[in-house]
T-cell receptor
Framework: EADIYQTPRYLVIGTGKKITLECSQTMGHDKMYWYQQDPGMELHLIHYSYGVNSTEKGDLSSESTVSRIRTEHFPLTLESARPSHTSQYLC??????????????????FGAGSRLTVL | AQTVTQSQPEMSVQEAETVTLSCTYDTSESDYYLFWYKQPPSRQMILVIRQEAYKQQNATENRFSVNFQKAAKSFSLKISDSQLGDAAMYFCAYRSLRELLVGAGSYQLTFGKGTKLSVIP
């Protein structure tokens, strides 16, 4: 079944540790995104990718980095986690419609999220 | 920059009743898409409904419909015959079409802060 998967779902780690949040999709979508979601607040885009070897930073500044070596895989890495990184991270991908007006209707498919707690 | 405001942090509705969630947005653009997404507790966020600003007719999807008032920059979601499974966070989102139509810009969405909907049996 086509879907988007995030691992781990929950992670508690100590300050200074390196962590990687995994995101994989089986839908063949070109576009992938990482959003940060704090409790009671809106989602903020931190990274996006429109294809292999293409990554861009989003509106919200983040100390994390991403890579896109394969179409289906878009991992997010924190080299040295800090308590301020505690949050939920949502991965998403979207349809690859043609450009122009119809592309604006592209729907995001979200993963179930990775909730990170840094002590 | 565009902003999306959801003024109701929490709402509740009796099962089988109708509820309306509010969303307003601020933009200087005339061409854009609006979305409502639903995020059930500990589950994936999914699309509820979408509306293109170019179209005046309000979108509907089964029990879900929108009241799109372009001049007022309002995009409310109406849920009819509420069910227990409708309990979730609901997010309103905006996507600009201006840059997309010239082949530039990102497909990113600007989200509101969400409204938590509870359904009372």
């Amino acid at each position: 079944e086509a879907d988007i998967y995030q691992t781990p779902r929950y992670l508690v780690i100590g300050t200074g540790k390196k962590i990687t949040l995994e995101c994989s999709q089986t839908m063949g979508h070109d576009k992938m995104y990482w959003y940060q979601q704090d409790p009671g607040m809106e989602l903020h885009l931190i990274h996006y990718s429109y294809g292999v070897n293409s990554t861009e930073k989003g509106d919200l500044s983040s100390e994390s980095t991403v890579s896109r070596i394969r179409t289906e895989h878009f991992p997010l890495t924190l080299e040295s986690a800090r308590p301020s990184h505690t949050s939920q991270y949502l991965c998403a991908s979207s349809e690859s419609r043609t450009s122009g007006r119809v592309s604006g209707a592209n729907v995001l498919t979200f993963g179930a999220g990775s909730r990170l707690t840094v002590l | 920059a565009q902003t999306v405001t959801q003024s109701q942090p929490e709402m509740s509705v009796q099962e089988a009743e109708t509820v309306t969630l509010s969303c307003t947005y601020d933009t200087s653009e005339s061409d854009y898409y609006l979305f409502w997404y639903k995020q059930p507790p500990s589950r994936q966020m999914i699309l509820v409904i979408r509306q293109e600003a170019y179209k005046q007719q309000n979108a509907t999807e089964n029990r879900f419909s929108v009241n799109f008032q372009k001049a007022a920059k309002s995009f409310s979601l109406k849920i009819s015959d509420s069910q227990l499974g409708d309990a979730a966070m609901y997010f309103c989102a905006y996507r600009s079409l201006r840059e997309l139509l010239v082949g530039a810009g990102s497909y990113q969405l600007t989200f509101g802060k969400g409204t938590k909907l509870s359904v009372i049996p």
